[in-house]
């Protein structure tokens, strides 16, 4: 299994509160993945890093931010967390290469719960 | 809006038969990927199709693909009760490194 960890796995919070979902990996993959998922909706791109300082935005981003500081290491941060963020968001990681077109590999999920 | 649709939503289907679920999508993509995803689990890699393919085999599953019609199909033959999961499509555009899913089917093996 790919090296991957997300931190907590659970979390309950409460409206207004600023929450930081953490995923660090051992893989040494140049790309993460931030995705939710919720019923009905399947999984949406939330942000996403193709390097050390480098993100973008991906379907879902209002309402969060991302840092990546290091290669290990990508975190997801609701500044001000609303009971729309409750979720099951899952980090990804994956190696694009020429050679390889970029299968992903997941993290267990951080199921969040905000009252 | 999301870039894949799986269709059906829901499947159910008795052992031994084959399960099929299709993915459309909108745009032109670079690949695209199929996803299994145990209750409560994080997705597991299935198989990987290039916009230049047609058709992939690994073991019991089987990909098309149609990008003229942008659309694909998963094909689970001999299905076993192990293969009671939801099942999502994914796609990348390759023009940036967005991947995107879909809603995903949810395939339930009846014994």
């Known amino acids: 299994d790919a090296g991957i960890t997300q931190s907590p796995r659970h979390k309950v919070t409460e409206t207004g509160t600023p929450v930081t979902l953490r995923c660090h990996q051992t893989e040494n993959h140049r790309y993460m993945y931030w995705y939710r998922q919720d019923p009905g909706h399947g999984l949406r791109l939330i942000h996403y890093s193709y390097g050390v300082k480098d993100t973008d935005k991906g379907e879902v981003s209002d309402g969060y931010s991302v840092s990546r500081s290091k290669t290990e290491d990508f975190l997801l941060t609701l500044e001000s967390a609303t009971s729309s963020q409750t979720s099951v968001y899952f980090c990804a990681i994956s190696d694009r290469t020429v050679a390889n077109t970029g299968e992903l590999f997941f993290g267990e999920g951080s199921r969040l719960t905000v009252l | 809006s999301q870039q894949g649709e799986e269709d059906p939503q829901a499947l159910s289907i008795q052992e031994g038969e084959n399960a099929t679920m299709n993915c459309s999508y909108k745009t032109s993509i670079n690949n695209l990927q199929w996803y299994r995803q145990n209750s409560g689990r994080g997705l597991v890699h299935l198989i990987l199709?290039?916009?230049?393919?047609r058709e992939k085999h690994s073991g019991r599953l089987r990909v098309t693909l149609d990008t003229s019609k942008k659309s694909s199909s998963l094909l689970i033959t001999a299905s076993r009760a192990a293969d009671t999961a939801s099942y999502f499509c994914a796609t990348d555009a390759g023009r940036d490194d967005k991947i995107i899913f879909g809603k995903g089917t949810r395939l339930h093996i009846l014994p």
């Open positions: 199709i290039r916009s230049n393919e």
